[in-house]
């Protein structure tokens, strides 16, 4: 198994502020991904972490509001910009791809307050 | 993309009593995953079910790929078990998974 921090575990921001977010994987894992659950939801999968290169994100998603960076293959940050009190969800970053199985793995998330 | 379903969306049980938490999808996969999310928001790993039966202590999986649909059994059901359970799995020929809305269960004393 993969054993995933994030940095901060919870934040309270101003509306029109950016907060990033820091997932740190444990092992050299092939993938890694970043999660939304909005209170009482599910989670929704933002975009895939890709090591060195763009981030591919989901139908509704965006790279101005979520830029991702991946620069090595244990380490990704996810910044909400610009934010609004619509943002106000758990992010958590996940990693799978370790000994060739697909099982993800998920970070404790980063809970979000916007005001 | 793949459509992944749970029944029931809310379980109350008492301390002690079994259940069983159902998960169809609709279309083929080579990935099915359940998890636990506690009162804390930590997403913990319960079972990699691509197929099969797994048991670890009181709970276990079965999942019947051709017939696309995969069960968690809770028995002895404990007030820690309580929370919500997502199960997951990716579309044809991808990684990213796709969560079911959840069942949140309930334990009481």
């Known amino acids: 198994s993969a054993v995933i921090s994030q940095k901060p575990s919870r934040d309270i921001c101003q509306r029109g502020t950016s907060l990033t977010i820091q997932c740190q994987v444990d092992?050299?894992?092939?993938?890694m991904f970043w999660y939304r659950q909005q209170p009482g939801q599910s989670l929704t999968l933002i975009a895939t972490?890709?090591?060195?290169?763009?981030?591919?994100?989901e139908s509704g998603f965006v790279i101005d509001k979520f830029p991702i960076s991946r620069p090595n293959l244990t380490f990704s940050t996810l910044t909400v910009s610009n934010m609004s009190p619509e943002d106000s969800s758990i992010y958590l970053c996940?990693?799978?791809?370790?000994?060739?199985?697909?099982?993800?793995?998920f970070g404790p998330g980063t809970r979000l307050t916007v005001l | 993309g793949i459509q992944v379903e749970q029944s029931p969306p809310d379980l109350i049980l008492q301390e002690g009593a079994n259940s069983t938490l159902r998960c169809n999808f609709s279309?083929?996969?080579?990935?099915l995953q359940w998890f636990h999310q506690n009162p804390w928001g930590q997403l913990i790993n319960l079972f990699y079910?691509?197929?099969g039966t797994k048991q670890n202590g009181r709970l276990s999986a079965t999942t019947v790929a051709t017939e696309r649909y995969s069960l968690l059994y809770i028995s002895s059901s404990q007030t820690t078990d309580s929370g919500v359970y997502f199960c997951?799995?990716?579309?044809?020929?991808?990684?990213?998974?796709?969560f079911g809305k959840g069942t949140k269960l309930s334990v009481i004393p």
């Open positions: 997951a799995a990716p579309g044809a020929g991808s990684y990213q998974l796709t």
């Open positions: 092992s050299q894992v092939t993938m």
């Open positions: 972490a890709n090591q060195g290169s763009e981030a591919t994100y």
């Open positions: 996940s990693a799978g791809g370790l000994a060739g199985y697909n099982e993800q793995f």
């Open positions: 279309d083929s996969v080579n990935n």
């Open positions: 079910i691509p197929s």
